[in-house]
């Protein structure tokens, strides 16, 4: 007797993969990109350079009493650890370390 439950395929079917173009032997890889677009520090620099910027302007036009002004540290507090954990993560690249982030240096 069929211990499968009726109507249950006899085979199981392999899970359904993308097909890579003929004449490939691979996945398919999308176009590449300028290196200015993969390169990460004008936008590290730029959004920590918009907190130095916009917490400038609040202490000049609104003074030390400005309910934004706890905003504009915590921007700069974040920015400046994330600017910090990019530098250890190129160091790591570059240095060829196993668990740094691909692509940094």
């Known amino acids: 007797m ?9 085979e199981p079917h392999a899970p359904r993969t993308a097909a890579a173009p003929p004449g490939t032997g691979g996945a398919p890889e999308g176009p590449t990109l300028p290196a200015a677009v ?6 590290v620099a ?3 350079g918009a907190w130095i910027i916009a917490t400038v302007l609040i202490l000049v036009t609104q003074g030390t009493s400005a309910s934004a ?3 504009c540290y915590a921007g700069l507090v974040i920015g400046a650890l994330g600017t910090a954990v990019f530098l250890v993560q190129r160091r790591g690249a570059r ?8 692509g940094l240096a």
Request: charged share 25%.
């Open 69 to 71: 002004l706890p905003v």
């Open 46 to 48: 730029a959004g920590f």
């Open 38 to 43: 993969l390169d990460p520090r004008p936008v």
């Open 2 to 10: 069929n211990d499968e439950q009726p109507g249950a395929p006899d």
């Open 95 to 102: 240095s060829g370390r196993k668990g740094a982030q691909q």
